[in-house]
């Protein structure tokens, strides 16, 4: 390679195209500079001269954001190139979600991706018959042998694809991960579900991998859906009790990989989700168990466990832990055979109902307070919000929910006419992750007490309704520079200690 590239940066640095592959960016960089045959040491040299390129690896994992994808969603480097020939006739460079394993169709053209593209020295196999170079590929052999999918798998792909194509290209990497990290979730719960299947197992080396599973979709009637809400869903249609066995075993698999190696699946409640669907299971279980209480034992005002939970309103197996956390009185056991009820009276169904009435559980608190799950986070993590757990569940105290609205009506001011300038309270100057959380977190929290401005905007409700200014980052700054100076500070004198010492 001629020396002089390898000093400085290269002099022809081409713009890097919407979500161009970082690895064929930096070949078409190589080749800009005049390297005709391009080698990796060519390309490796330039990786961390380059500001788009320096904070990818040599692995050729694409990046949308500092969190890690799953290994088994992504390919490296040496894994074909893949690509929709309409795509590559609208502009001759490598999208990143092609780098997806499960990314199997284009559904901006409907066209199944082809791979019969190499780039010399990078690809494995590039010398293969029928490859062809992506610097030197004819519009022909771009088309050559491409297909569209059958209507089935189209719906399939773009109902679980499409959003999340369509934010890329619209250069909202945020929202296309945010998408990404829920499809590939899904993705991951169903080739669980997948490998239940006999037809699985006849067809995994025929069929594509998108086929199979727009197939099983349509079979079950699933309603997929690529957000936080379609994962639930999802979990609540799994009826066969062989999908649920290793739905539950893939979770649990998850908690234990997100242990060693996190990636954007912890940004989900796996564990919240796990229970979800162990509870639904162990009450349909117990709803299956249940014979009928002997009449004369529901007389006198009392009622059988499971008619206490449906007049209630909740599961049984709640109703039974608040007995045991002495929530009611009024509860006596009875006997038929061998099998032993346990029967209410009417004021301890009241005393439950109370109890089941001032609370609220996670969803039900996102709702009254009109928050999404960002939002219910970071109150979370401010220690804004409490929660309660009662055995697998976990809830929300009302009186709670409404003293934080009745807190920040308080302190608030009227909405300004020209309001370009504010920010939602519990809007993305909370970040998820890095050095400013904590500080973030701790000026959400004075917000409550109102040490600076909020503004409260009549037509919403809830906490929705208010909003910060410039000052909030203001302070976030601030305290985040404080920490860094006490941080300093503690070093600095923990260092004299140490030279005491010795
Ligand atoms: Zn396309």
């Given amino acids: 390679m001629n020396t002089y590239f390898t000093r400085g940066l290269p002099l022809c640095r081409p713009k890097m195209l919407p979500d161009e592959w970082v690895e064929t960016y930096l070949f078409r960089v190589a080749r800009a500079n005049g390297i005709r045959y391009p080698r990796l040491s060519d390309t490796e040299s330039f990786r961390p001269k380059l500001a788009a390129t320096a904070l990818s690896k040599a692995d050729g994992y694409p990046i949308w954001s500092a969190?890690?994808?799953?290994?088994?969603?992504?390919?490296?480097?040496?894994?074909?190139?893949?690509?929709?020939?309409?795509?590559?006739?609208?502009?001759?460079?490598?999208?990143?979600?092609?780098?997806?394993?499960?990314?199997?169709?284009?559904?901006i053209h409907h066209i199944r991706l082809k791979d019969d593209l190499a780039e010399p020295v990078m690809t494995k196999g590039y010398k293969q018959e029928g490859k062809y170079f992506v610097s030197s590929v004819t519009d022909e052999q771009l088309w050559a042998g491409a297909v569209c999918p059958m209507p089935s798998e189209r719906r399939h792909v773009e109902k679980l694809w499409s959003g999340f194509e369509r934010s890329i290209v619209e250069n909202d990497i945020p929202g296309a991960f945010e998408q990404l990290t829920h499809i590939l979730f899904l993705k991951a719960l169903l080739d669980a579900v997948l490998t239940t299947t006999r037809e699985f197992k006849a067809a995994q080396k025929s069929a594509a991998q998108s086929t199979e599973l727009a197939q099983l979709v349509e079979k079950y009637h699933f309603s997929l859906a690529a957000d936080f809400n379609g994962i639930r869903d999802f979990l609540d249609?799994?009826?066969?009790?062989?999908?649920?066995?290793?739905?539950?075993?893939?979770?649990?698999?998850?908690?234990?990989?997100?242990?060693?190696?996190?990636?954007?699946?912890?940004?989900?409640?796996i564990a919240d989700l796990r229970s979800r669907l162990l509870t639904s299971l162990q009450r349909r279980a117990v709803l299956a168990d249940e014979i009928p209480c002997p009449d004369h034992e529901e007389s006198d005002g009392y009622v059988s466990l499971n008619k206490a939970a449906s007049i209630i309103g909740c599961p049984s197996r709640l109703v039974k832990h608040l007995i045991d956390s002495g929530v009611c009185h009024g509860v006596r056991s009875s006997r038929l055979g061998l099998r032993?009820?346990?029967?209410?009276?009417?004021?301890?169904?009241?005393?439950?109902?109370?109890?089941?009435?001032?609370?609220?559980?996670?969803?039900?608190?996102?709702?009254?307070?009109?928050?999404?799950?960002?939002?219910?986070?970071?109150?979370?993590?401010?220690?804004?919000?409490?929660?309660?757990?009662?055995?697998?569940?976990?809830?929300?105290?009302r009186a709670d929910l409404t003293d934080l609205c009745q807190r920040l009506g308080d302190v608030s001011r009227p909405f300004p006419s020209k309001a370009a300038h504010l920010h939602s309270l519990l809007g993305e100057w909370i970040p998820f992750g890095g050095c400013y959380r904590s500080a973030s977190l701790e000026v959400l929290?004075?917000?409550?007490?109102?040490?600076?401005?909020?503004?409260?905007?009549?037509?919403?409700?809830?906490?929705?309704?208010?909003?910060?200014?410039?000052t909030a980052l203001e302070r976030v700054r601030r305290l985040k520079t404080g920490e860094i100076a006490g941080h300093e500070q503690e070093n600095c004198s923990s260092g004299q200690l140490s030279l005491l010492v010795e």
């Avoid at 890690?68 to 040496?78: A, I």
């Avoid at 799994?238 to 699946?265: K, Q, W």
């Avoid at 307070?369 to 109150?379: E, K, N, P, Q, V």
Wanted: proline share 4%; hydrophobic share 40%.
């Fill in 67 to 107: 969190t890690r994808l799953p290994r088994s969603s992504v390919v490296t480097r040496v894994n074909k190139i893949r690509y929709c020939p309409e795509c590559m006739m609208q502009s001759r460079h490598i999208r990143s979600r092609w780098r997806l394993t499960a990314f199997d169709v284009c559904t």
């Fill in 445 to 470: 929290k004075e917000a409550f007490s109102g040490k600076f401005p909020i503004f409260r905007q009549m037509e919403s409700s809830g906490l929705s309704a208010y909003f910060v200014d410039h």
């Fill in 237 to 269: 249609q799994i009826t066969v009790t062989a999908h649920r066995d290793v739905v539950l075993n893939r979770l649990h698999r998850m908690l234990t990989d997100e242990m060693h190696r996190p990636t954007c699946f912890s940004e989900l409640p």
């Fill in 340 to 397: 032993r009820y346990l029967l209410l009276s009417s004021q301890a169904v009241e005393a439950c109902g109370r109890w089941r009435a001032s609370v609220a559980t996670r969803e039900q608190a996102m709702n009254e307070l009109r928050i999404d799950r960002r939002g219910f986070l970071a109150l979370l993590r401010a220690g804004l919000l409490r929660p309660i757990a009662v055995d697998v569940y976990k809830f929300f105290l």
